[in-house]
């Protein structure tokens, strides 16, 4: 017997499609929309759909038609539906190509399944101003600039468009650049590389395959491929009559898959990460190092007073070297906690300048290999306090730009896009109060460290009374 929807597996090759099981049908799914949902019971094991590799729509389509020339550029990620740069023959500029060839032919079952519009992807170009400015104060404020229509359109005229073949360059419109690119980020596939595993292959967009929705908790098939290099989807677990196949897009948090799809998951793998850029990690060093030199400091050891507002620009080109290296800021996640490469940053930033060139040199490069430990700073008292309230102040800012409180968000989040703002604003006050989250973990494990190290409040001042202990450039971390 089969299946109903073998003809969405068919983009006009003629070739064999492959495989769909025949209890599979396409029915409005409970939370997204629309999805594949399974009309009698399935077992564990069983192949439910098998897609010949020529169906898919990829690179390999597009370079079997017109073979790169030896200068090809390396592939860039399709997390984004324009990354930048976009090599003139990179992978995702190639399977763009041969979705945008499809989309200029006579409609098929496949490309009628396709959104019809840029809107229709429901993704952050989509959003309006007012939607937008819910994510303002979040990690994704950084890339709410880029993620317009229009921005990627005039990346498209002036970038793309002139990397095209000739012969659909001038045939494409803006609109079906924006759901080709679209479809590639949101539907793309891709998958360990038969020579190298450890390599990714892709992007791939699969028919039918690319309309099953995502699961992390749960999901009902899992994506391989076979010798041939036909892709499968096979049953992880029994499928019960009536329940929607659901696989997993990868472990993504709910920050990844709003910025890449456009939706988010209530019990996502993790907690979406904050971000911290370089800027407001050296404006707290700055501001607890001026409080510090704001109260006079015993120096009987007769050695030069300890400053940690010395060396700043040194410091400086340090730590945005060192995030730069780490991927543009410094992510901190709720999993992972108070970690050795956070506090590094903070204790190299209040350090005074000899001891600063000490511990990591001159060159002013830096990465993840000259972690400090964290215990190691916590047990140098004088530098553990100016570190750990430095993180304190960061943190604490970071969540004073949040528009509300973590109980107002919490109570928009149970509500679940029946409340004001609709499902947009469930998600931007979802990543807002994971955020919140990871930032209220931080700063009690910070706090503790200080009530360790005898510190009452913001200041230096400890517990009994006095001042902060004299302490001179030398120190013991080594």
């Known amino acids: 017997m089969s299946s109903p929807l073998l003809s969405y597996v068919s983009c006009g090759v003629g070739k064999s499609f492959g495989f769909v099981h025949p209890s599979l049908l396409i029915a409005p799914a409970k939370n997204a929309g629309r999805g594949v949902l399974a009309s009698l019971s399935i077992p564990k094991g069983t192949v439910l759909i098998k897609l010949n590799r020529h169906q898919a729509t990829s690179e390999s ?31 995702w500029l190639l399977t763009i190509t041969a979705l945008l060839r499809l989309l200029l032919l006579p409609a098929t079952p496949y490309t009628r399944s396709l959104p019809a519009n840029a809107a229709a992807f429901n993704t952050l170009l989509s959003w309006s101003e007012s939607e937008r400015a819910g994510l303002e104060s979040t990690s994704l404020r950084q890339v709410l600039p880029e993620a317009t229509c229009e921005a990627v359109i005039e990346r498209f005229e002036s970038r793309v468009r002139p990397a095209l073949p000739e012969e659909i360059r001038g045939k494409v419109t ?29 992007p791939f967009l699969l028919p039918l395959i690319d309309m099953l929705n995502h699961d992390p908790m749960n999901p009902g098939g899992v994506l391989s491929r076979d010798d041939n290099g036909d892709f499968l989807v096979t049953a992880v677990r029994d499928i019960r009559e009536g329940e929607e196949l659901t696989h997993s897009y990868g472990p993504f948090d709910n920050a990844a898959l709003l910025r890449t799809y456009g939706f988010i998951v209530a019990k996502p793998p993790m907690c979406s990460p904050v971000l911290l850029g370089a800027g407001e990690v050296v404006r707290a060093c700055r501001a607890v190092a001026d409080r ?22 040194k ?50 490069e830096a990465d993840n290999s000259d972690d400090l430990e964290k215990e190691q700073v916590a047990a140098e008292k004088f530098l553990g306090k100016l570190a750990f309230l430095a993180a304190k102040e ?57 009530a360790g190290l005898g510190v009452k409040d913001d200041t230096m001042n400890e517990e009994a009374g006095g001042g902060g202990e004299a302490k001179t450039k030398k120190i013991k971390l080594f």
């Open 61 to 91: 389509v597009e370079r079997r038609r017109d073979p790169p020339p030896s200068s090809a550029s390396a592939s860039a990620s399709s997390s984004d539906p324009d990354p930048s740069p976009p090599p003139a023959r990179s992978d």
């Open 174 to 202: 803006k609109e079906q650049f924006l759901c080709a690119a679209l479809a590639v980020s949101t539907r793309g596939f891709h998958t360990p590389s038969a020579d190298d595993p450890s390599k990714m292959e892709g």
């Open 292 to 313: 510090f030199r704001s109260v006079e400091h015993d120096t009987s050891s007769g050695d030069e007073s300890w400053d940690p507002g010395s060396g700043w620009d």
């Open 315 to 364: 410091k400086e080109v340090w730590l945005r070297s060192r995030l730069e290296a780490g991927g543009g800021g410094l992510e901190v996640t709720f999993e992972a906690g108070l970690t050795d490469a956070t506090v590094t940053c903070f204790a190299g930033m209040m350090l005074e300048s000899s001891a600063f060139s000490d511990l990591f040199g001159n060159n002013n």
């Open 394 to 450: 960061t943190f604490a800012a970071r969540l004073a730009g949040y528009p509300n409180p973590l109980s107002t968000d919490e109570a928009t989040v149970k509500k679940k896009g029946r409340g004001e703002g609709g499902y947009r604003g469930y998600c931007a006050a979802t990543v807002r109060l994971e955020e919140m989250r990871v930032l209220h973990k931080l700063t009690a494990e910070v706090q503790k460290v200080l």
